[in-house]
């Protein structure tokens, strides 16, 4: 427990933005309205799902656990990362990064588990729709997101009580924006073995198994879409889950490339970006994509916006 014991001394340089001292200003300023996009869009959604009784289906019950895991996320890295550009020092004290690195995973690996779910919810919407009550029940919804939380802060934890182990220097500058379990990894100052087996297992766990279960699931989907004679009915099946193909397809591209790629191939600049684009990025288009190509929740949000607006009929 040496990192543990040496928490007070420990500091983190966090010089991931750090490379453009001229466009810092820039930097808070696109970072603080991400924050805020992300919020409002986030929070809305899970408004709009939660006062229309329409929308109390499986579908919707797992897109507010897909909210409330950006919401989770973000707030656990953009704050700091602003506090981070406005400071001198560029500093993190040892018990922030490992609060930061522990929330951001636990949101990561539950939402790659509630993607999956998602994906397997839609199987069998348009694969076995005469069964979907009964398969995906309200008990059934429960129990896969009590699951997925559930799985995916143990996996954090896990992680958390393996990186309090090692022992980190005084000083570690760490080319990154954020605290996240590879960059870690690369500046302690112990053998970091048993760290990397138990985060190579849970990359094939979370990432490649459930992105295998998701692939399948729209093999499936696709086969039965494409076996629909109405183009009518083919176009409003696929619309049901091309939203989630999509964030699906950003989502994984991008924590694929961060946790797997790595040993393969890794360049800071590039590894930066692929954290962005599932840290900050997908947060800020989950609403947008689901929202735009949802007409069942752009016709509540017009109902929610004419109420707010328009609270007495004159």
């Known amino acids: 427990m040496e990192g543990h014991n040496q928490s007070m001394t420990i500091l983190f340089y966090m010089i991931g933005l750090s490379n453009y001292p001229e466009l810092q200003s820039l930097f808070f300023i696109i970072f603080f309205f991400i924050y805020l996009i992300a919020m409002l869009g986030n929070t809305v959604i899970t408004i709009i799902i939660i006062t229309n009784s329409r929308l109390h289906t499986p579908m919707y019950f797992f897109l507010i656990n897909l909210s409330i895991l950006d919401i989770c996320s973000i707030t656990a890295i953009i704050p700091k990362v602003l506090q981070i550009i406005q400071s001198k020092e560029k500093t993190m004290s040892f018990s922030e990064c490992m609060t930061q690195m522990c929330v951001f995973s636990s949101a990561l690996g539950t939402e790659l588990l509630l993607l999956t779910v998602m994906a397997y919810d839609r199987y069998v919407a348009i694969c076995h729709p005469l069964h979907y009550t009964t398969i995906i029940s309200r008990r059934t919804c429960?129990?896969?997101?009590?699951?997925?939380?559930?799985?995916?802060?143990?996996?954090?934890?896990?992680?958390?009580?393996?990186?309090?182990?090692?022992?980190?220097?005084?000083?570690?500058?760490?080319?990154?924006?954020?605290?996240?379990?590879?960059?870690?990894?690369?500046?302690?100052?112990?053998?970091?073995?048993?760290?990397?087996?138990?985060?190579?297992?849970?990359?094939?766990?979370?990432?490649?198994?459930?992105?295998?279960?998701?692939?399948?699931?729209?093999?499936?989907?696709?086969?039965?879409?494409?076996k629909i004679r109405s183009a009518e009915k083919k176009k409003k099946a696929f619309s049901t889950c091309a939203s989630h193909l999509t964030v699906v397809t950003l989502y994984f591209g991008g924590v694929i490339y961060t946790y797997i790629l790595p040993a393969y191939f890794n360049d800071p600049e590039t590894d930066k970006v692929m954290s962005a684009v599932y840290a900050i990025a997908s947060p800020v288009l989950n609403p947008l994509i689901y929202s735009l190509r949802n007409k069942e929740v752009i016709k509540s949000l017009k109902k929610l916006l004419e109420k707010d607006l328009c609270p007495y009929n004159l």
Do not use: Q
């Open 142 to 226: 429960i129990l896969l997101a009590f699951t997925v939380w559930l799985l995916g802060f143990s996996n954090s934890v896990m992680h958390l009580g393996l990186l309090l182990r090692l022992k980190f220097c005084p000083h570690n500058v760490i080319d990154h924006f954020f605290c996240e379990v590879p960059p870690l990894l690369k500046v302690a100052c112990s053998d970091t073995y048993v760290n990397h087996v138990t985060l190579t297992i849970s990359d094939i766990t979370f990432g490649i198994v459930c992105f295998v279960l998701t692939v399948i699931s729209y093999t499936y989907i696709i086969s039965t879409i494409l």
